[in-house]
């Protein structure tokens, strides 16, 4: 009947003056700093621009969002969640319970962002449209077959892939419209959730990673296979979820570029090393400057010469450390 | 297997005591090791910052590229791990700093690879290159020949 419930002799409480991995209190304060909830984000100034957008690009915007929610959700209560029992210090499990309640953020933002710019029905239809659209519910069921497993590591595994690659399809949209300055506050309370989501996929990847330290060199190549077959399942579901949403706007191979540069990043999570090639993972730079404009096209100053190279963007260095 | 004996016989007689690596690279890397994993995969000499106030300071005695991660909060404070700032807490340290590679991710959007620019600004150095999380291939090339390139042209431009 209790299945999988641990029937515990003593429960310990959690010390936070004694910590067995330091990088739990690092992602726990590195969360709690990035805390944040939706009605900061002045969403109602994206109502005109949203008027400018056409009956088909309003459509796709709100199936996208409907999308990402769903993710949100199973993040939020089943993923996360999934990962508690298997945790390997008292605070891991709080940085969890940290992670989930965000997920929950993330999904409860969305319907923020459709009770400001869209009318009941639209949004009914939307959500409707999430239970139809058999990739999108394809993307769900694996992953949340996955979480239901009992292999501690293959959820760490589908938890890094959810954070870090199946949300890319949903991201890139907000970035696009982003890039031709359109609802531009949406895109701000999305670029909230993308660094979220990064310090997520970071910290599931780096225990993953610690969890893979104990474990037999046969092991170690099974779940090497595993997760690079996970990952192509994946893809060539959100290939044909990416088809299915953006083939009416032209905007598929451009959203495919993106989708390959994250799944490179989800696998460095990982540890492991990038599938895509440079030749395909070329994201289109304006997309590229709407997720961070510090990401120039130009990364190598190598070829520059003595006053060519870059000394160091105008930042504050205020900082109190830097007392020398 | 036969052709292998004259190549070596080669590089041995081109080998030139004076032009062997001078300069080298050190790095921070958590004990995520994205980094680590990063450097080691270049083929220049490195030394790692010690991650643990316990572990013995490091002290270069020669010129050196800093390759570094970026941490910290959303608005840019504590971008420096500390263990980076209180190794260029040593002047010594400060003074053989010859440039600085950022390693990074764009989905931390505005504080993308803000350590390596805030560095650079504070000690004058030039930010060479940025890439994302282990690196891909490229960027392993690119710095490769770019820190050959470097150091050579910085070795001509000494008094």
């Known amino acids: 009947m209790s299945d999988g419930v641990k029937l515990l002799g003593k ?7 004694r910590i067995q991995d330091e990088k739990d209190v690092e992602v726990w304060n590195r969360l709690t700093n990035n805390f944040w909830l939706p009605e900061k984000v002045p969403v109602s100034n994206d109502v005109q621009s949203w008027g400018t957008l056409t009956p088909e690009e309003k459509l796709l915007t709100m199936r996208v969002f409907t999308g990402l929610t ?67 519910q394809k993307k769900a069921n694996i992953v949340m077959d996955y979480y239901h497993g009992d292999d501690p590591l293959k959820k760490k595994v589908a938890s890094t892939l959810l954070e870090s690659f199946l949300f890319y399809s ?17 895109a701000d309370m999305i670029r909230l ?20 330290e104990a474990a037999t060199q046969e092991r170690r190549d099974e779940l090497k296979d595993y997760t690079y077959e996970l990952m192509y399942e994946l893809y060539e579901n959100e290939v044909a979820y990416t088809h299915s949403l953006y083939d009416g706007v032209g905007l598929s191979e451009d959203v495919k570029k993106f989708l390959h540069y994250n799944a490179n990043k989800a696998l460095n999570n990982l540890g492991y090393e990038a599938m895509f090639p440079s030749t395909v993972t070329n994201v289109n730079p304006a997309i590229l400057s709407a997720l ?12 520059g010469s003595g006053s060519s190279y870059v000394i160091g963007k105008a930042v504050n260095t205020e900082d109190e450390d830097w007392d020398f | 297997m036969l052709s292998e004996a004259p190549i ?40 790692r910052i010690p991650l643990h106030k316990a572990d013995p300071e490091l002290v270069v005695d020669r010129d050196y590229v800093l390759v570094i991660p970026t941490y910290g909060g959303e608005k840019g404070e504590h971008a420096v791990p500390p263990q ?30 803000l350590a390596a620019h805030k560095i650079a600004k504070k000690l004058s150095v030039p930010v060479l290159y940025l890439f994302e999380l282990m690196g891909t291939p490229e960027d392993v090339a690119r710095v490769n020949q770019g820190l050959d390139e470097f150091w050579t042209r910085q070795s001509q431009s000494r008094p």
């Open chain 1, 11 to 17: 429960v310990e409480a959690i010390n936070w003056n």
């Open chain 1, 70 to 136: 769903l993710l949100d959700t199973i993040q939020g209560t089943v993923g996360a969640v999934a990962l508690i029992p298997d945790a390997l210090t008292p605070h891991e499990e709080a940085v969890y319970t940290n992670i989930a309640f965000m997920e929950s953020v993330h999904a409860k933002s969305y319907s923020s962002i459709f009770s400001t710019l869209a009318s009941t029905k639209e949004i009914d239809d939307a959500f409707r449209w999430s239970l139809e659209n058999e990739y999108l």
């Open chain 1, 170 to 186: 949903g991201f890139y949209l907000p970035m696009y419209w982003s890039s031709h300055a359109k609802l531009t506050n949406t």
């Open chain 1, 193 to 212: 959730i993308i660094r979220d989501e990064a310090v997520h996929g970071y910290y599931i990847g780096y225990k993953y990673q610690r969890g893979l």
């Open chain 1, 292 to 303: 961070s404009p510090n990401a120039d096209e130009n990364h190598d100053f190598f070829s």
């Open chain 2, 8 to 47: 070596r016989t080669q590089q041995t007689t081109q080998a030139n005591p004076a032009k062997q690596p001078t300069e080298r690279l050190v790095y921070f890397s958590s004990v995520s090791e994205n980094t680590k994993r990063f450097v080691g995969k270049l083929n220049h000499p490195a030394d």
């Open chain 2, 84 to 113: 980076v700032l209180r190794f260029l807490r040593h002047p010594q340290n400060r003074d053989h700093l010859a440039g600085v590679i950022g390693a990074g991710n764009t989905n931390f959007g505005t504080t993308y690879n």
